[in-house]
């Protein structure tokens, strides 16, 4: 923050009648100069935002979605110029995987993509949901897909069916923001880390039973064509939060691993609010930068800061 040193009357000398002077407009503070600049760039982005301030702490909360089409025009390089001013920056967790965790994968990558031995989706999935799965599928040349975790399916039908590219559409919110920050040299923290024995174990670990709403809701976003995705990222850019959350996309991102997992779902959403925690008692400006469904959930760090009185300025989330 630029810090600015006051002005005020010189002084006099000698007996003079002291002059009548017409007040001066004060300037504003220079820290609220700078932080009126940083939010009006980051709003001009189109970026879904929320700012919470208390005492000489402003947190700024920007709510990200994966599988932005390349070619849906926002304007990215105001969320870069916002995140160079902040004095630190929130972003999500890290997963710590080692070597033998890798070796891990690669070993029991059969157990985590495939069906066990002679079974299908339809061992799993009601007849009515099978029946659902099979029209979406009818248009394809071979019959893999059946024998395919119901995890490894759900994100294909994702992928392939509702158009959703999660790592090759254009650069996110959480692209910029990094990308900002380590220009500016700015302090970046994820917000948590996830070791990669445990997210190892949720995937091997889980029955098949575990990922029915997984594909289930990836099912229903499929029915929805390709242009769910495109859908639910023009909601984005317009700030109609709750259309996002509510999209078929986010809500299968919801029930799939690792949102849908019972043990890491809540860790993850823990260390989130421990870290806002945090950011509410440190000076200056942080801005974090988060899934926009774990912002702006029933119950997510929306509602959390509004239930404890706290003012949050931004766009409708619910």
Known sequence: MLLLAGTGFP???????????????????????????????????????????????????????????RDLAWRPDDLEAAAARSDQILTPQEGRASFSDVLRVIWRIRTIARMPNGQTSADYLTPDWQGRLETVMADERNEDWRNKSLLILGFDLMQDKA??????????????????????????????????????????????????????AAIAAAEQGPEAARERAEDWRALRV???????????????????????????RQQWAAAIETAMISPGVTMGVAPIRLLADEGGVLDGLKARGFEVVGPEWK
């Open 242 to 268: 709750a259309d996002v959350v509510a999209s078929p996309i986010d809500r299968a991102l919801n029930e799939c691993w690792p949102w849908g997992d019972p043990e890491i779902a809540p860790q993850l």
């Open 163 to 216: 158009g959703y590219a999660a790592r090759r559409g254009g650069d996110d919110a959480v692209d910029v923001i990094r990308r900002a920050a380590r220009r500016a040299r700015v302090s970046v923290r994820p917000v948590g880390t996830v070791r990669g024995d445990e997210l190892i174990d949720s995937l091997i670990t889980a029955p098949q039973s575990a990922h029915i709403p997984c594909v289930q």
């Open 11 to 69: 002084a006099s000398a000698g007996a003079r009648t002291p002059e009548l002077r017409t007040p001066e407009l004060q300037t504003p503070e220079p820290q609220a100069a700078e932080l009126d600049e940083i939010v009006v760039l980051a709003r001009r982005s189109g970026a879904p935002m929320w700012t919470v301030t208390r005492g000489d702490t402003t947190l700024i909360l920007v709510g990200a979605i994966t599988g932005i089409p």
